[in-house]
């Protein structure tokens, strides 16, 4: 009759082989590991946790300065609209001027828009230099009013006499945004400033596009005028 066995206890492994570590090595190694590097990591949490609050303290204040911005452009529009340039541009009473606003308000939307209407107010009382100025201080985001900001710069550059320069500005505004209502007329303006640089190609380019693109249009029954008048100062 067999007898039974005992099973044999398990053989110890051997001091060759590596033990991976338990879950309770690693939190011991973890809890020494943060002690040992305690004002590190506290000092870590806390710029980053400063950073934070920072960036969520400042989308707090853009917040509240394009709220002010609406307002006081609200307030002194009427005043533009008008054609009141001047004061538009000063204020008045407690309404704050295109300019002030612009300069207080140039990281919102708001005073990147009072920009345009400083530019516009300046150039219409004749201070060329500050309009330009304004005009090359709007980020010009929108079509409509990024393109008439380009073709203000390009009539400032022709009344200095630099109408190479005009012609092209005014050439980047007719590309800029493309409508029926202001595009042909832009490339009636660089026709007209290509002419007057000498570029003669250029200027009859710029006639022929309105002819091709926009055949509807008003400027396109002035273009053959301007295309005879080019022909002459070739001729001569």
């Known amino acids: 009759m067999s007898t039974l066995q005992s099973p044999k206890p398990a053989s110890a492994p051997s001091t060759e082989e590596t033990r991976d570590p338990t879950l309770a090595d690693r939190a011991v190694d ?102 330009l100025t304004y005009y090359q201080q709007f980020e010009k985001t929108d079509g409509v ?37 202001t595009t042909p007329d832009y490339l009636l303006e660089a026709g007209r400033a290509y002419t007057l640089a000498g570029q003669y190609e250029e200027a009859e380019a710029a006639y022929k596009q309105i002819q091709e693109a926009y055949p509807e249009s008003p400027e396109a029954q002035d273009a053959p005028r301007f295309l005879a008048r080019l022909e002459a100062k070739r001729a001569s």
Do not use: C
């Not at 002194?76 to 295109?98: F, H, K, W």
């Not at 320069?165 to 409508?179: C, F, V």
């Open 30 to 131: 973890t809890w020494f590991y943060i002690q040992s590097h305690q004002r590190a990591i506290l000092a870590g949490f806390a710029v980053v946790l400063a950073v934070g609050l920072g960036i969520v303290g400042y989308i707090y204040y853009m917040q509240q300065q394009q709220v002010e911005a609406n307002q006081k452009l609200g307030q002194i529009l009427p005043t533009y609209e008008t054609g009141n340039y001047q004061q538009a541009l000063d204020g008045s009473g407690d309404r704050m001027g295109l300019v002030a606003i612009a300069n207080t308000y140039d990281g919102t939307a708001a005073g990147n828009l009072a920009s345009f209407y400083a530019a516009t107010a300046l150039f219409r009382t004749e201070q060329y230099d500050q309009a």
């Open 145 to 181: 009013l990024g393109a008439a900001a380009l073709a203000g710069q390009a009539s400032i550059h022709e009344d200095r006499g630099d109408y190479a320069k005009a012609a092209q500005l005014y050439m980047d505004a007719a590309n800029y945004h493309k409508s029926k209502l």
